[in-house]
């Protein structure tokens, strides 16, 4: 991988340098990452890419493409059962890091791949609806039930 293919993978992948050098580059040595320069060098090709940060951001980005072609299957299999569009698929769009960890054992990393694959469903298919998190509103409508990812898409589709 060179530095260039580095920095289109991670702009596709929705991470700025600083998550990237923090996430991306984690490690069972290096649990905090790297420093947002060292990312940087790699970018910049004054420094290696190291192995280890070429097999995390290709493993990555497989899970994109491939939460990307099941998501726009089951669309596609939604279009047909219906014998034609639905009028709107909801999709739930994270603003913050914070809103995405309010699930419990969601992994910080993913929200970034979540908001990459939310934004590439917007523009495979017009009747994909981005609803925003708020957090306020979704406890309210929530009423004391158990919070989980089935209650959070119907409260999209709701909004």
Request: hydrophobic share 45%.
């Amino acid at each position: 991988m060179n530095p260039t293919e580095l920095k289109a993978l991670r702009q596709l992948l929705f991470f700025p340098e600083q998550d990237a050098a923090r996430l991306i580059a984690a490690t069972s040595s290096q649990p905090q990452g790297v420093a947002e320069d060292t990312w940087l060098q790699w970018e910049s090709g004054t420094q290696p890419i190291p192995a280890a940060v070429i097999s995390r951001i290709k493993e990555l980005n497989d899970w994109r493409a491939d939460v990307l072609a099941a998501t726009a299957d089951n669309i596609r299999i939604q279009i047909t059962e219906k014998s034609g569009q639905p009028d709107s698929i909801f999709v739930i769009w994270y603003d913050t890091l914070e809103d995405w960890l309010s699930l419990p054992d969601r992994d910080p990393v993913m929200w970034h791949l979540q908001q990459s694959v939310c934004a590439g469903l917007k523009g495979m298919y017009s009747i994909v609806k981005l609803v925003r998190f708020d957090a306020t509103a979704y406890r309210a409508w929530l009423g004391g039930r158990e919070d989980g990812e089935a209650l959070r898409a119907e409260w999209a589709s709701t909004v």
